[in-house]
């Protein structure tokens, strides 16, 4: 059997073969299927999840109700129609802790660069539970080396597994929604971009610099001020971090970002994200919006963004 942190590799540094991908967080579940021969979308679904059925985490239980969950994922697959029981996995990004961490030469030997990563993430986080793991991928760039890694709990990473198993699916990739969201940018597009992923509960940064990913930042909202937390100081923390990692870039890397690219999963009844932040500050903000999928609405299309730009 491949292991957990196997599966996290390959999502990280090849493109899963699986036309079946699922995103699991802790508001919804979505999933779609592509038909690499037919070079087209099928199936599709957004299923709502009640809150207190998933409750994200690094380093505790995640499935609070697993007969709920298991009930949409099965009611997902129903729709989807496949007949293929592989598919790729994208969980919540608080699930993982993620780092690009710059070098000025890696090893040759594979056995002293993890020795070396390992180091640098124990100055980071010098406490780390048992069975945590790592993957990477190594980009070369400006004459540096940069190294987007991720680390995870094998436990974690189980438990969306063994969920996926009970309705027939065999994961062979898991990943995080944000680094799948840069495969839909062409061309110039992706020279010096920021990618927002904001979630009902977070919101993640992916910098895309002269090509390649150099910079990740993610900030959750906390759980217990959720329920009372206004649209207004959901979107304006947002705006926040996205002028912060902004000025960072700007400062630190000495480049100029050309667009926000911006992919939003906030439920319609809190607003529209987009246009409070066109006018809340003058960045080149941009909307995902894939095209593809037939009778599919904005909402939705903003919704399966991640997974349009895992599978296609």
């Given amino acids: 059997m491949i292991s957990a942190i196997n599966r996290l590799k390959n999502y990280l540094t090849e493109q899963p073969n699986p036309s079946a991908a699922f995103q699991i967080s802790r508001s919804y579940v979505s999933g779609i299927h592509f038909s690499r021969k037919e070079r087209r979308f099928g199936g599709h679904f957004v299923l709502p999840l009640p809150p207190g059925v998933l409750e994200p985490s690094f380093d505790k239980k995640n499935i609070v109700d697993g007969a709920a969950l298991e009930g949409k994922i099965r009611e997902g697959t129903r729709r989807l129609r496949t007949g293929e029981s592989a598919a790729s996995l994208l969980i919540p990004e608080s699930c993982l802790k993620v780092f690009v961490f710059s070098f000025d030469r890696l090893p040759a030997s594979v056995k002293e660069r993890e020795e070396l990563l390992r180091w640098r993430l124990n100055k980071v986080i010098p406490v780390k539970p048992p069975d945590t793991r790592i993957s990477y991928d ?95 100081q959901k979107f304006e923390t947002i705006v926040n971090e996205v002028e912060n990692t902004v000025h960072f870039i700007e400062d630190r890397e000495k480049k100029k970002v050309d667009a926000v690219w911006v992919r939003s999963a906030v439920p319609k009844s809190e607003g529209d994200l987009l246009a409070y932040v066109k006018r809340r500050t003058a960045l080149p903000w941009r909307s995902f919006e894939p095209a593809g999928l037939p009778m599919v609405d904005a909402g939705d299309e903003q919704m399966l963004s991640p997974l349009i730009g895992q599978v296609s």
Avoid at 194 to 215: G, P
């Fill in 138 to 232: 190594v980009i070369k760039s400006d004459g540096q080396v940069k190294v987007f890694l991720a680390m995870a709990r094998a436990s974690v990473i189980q438990e969306y597994e063994k969920l996926l198993a009970c309705c027939g699916m065999k994961v062979r990739a898991v990943g995080i929604p944000a680094p799948s969201l840069v495969n839909l940018l062409k061309g110039d597009q992706a020279r010096n971009a920021l990618i927002v992923n904001v979630e009902a509960d977070s919101v993640s940064l992916l910098a895309v610099l002269d090509f390649e990913i150099s910079l990740y930042r993610f900030k959750p909202f906390l759980p217990d001020a959720l329920p009372s937390m206004l649209p207004a």
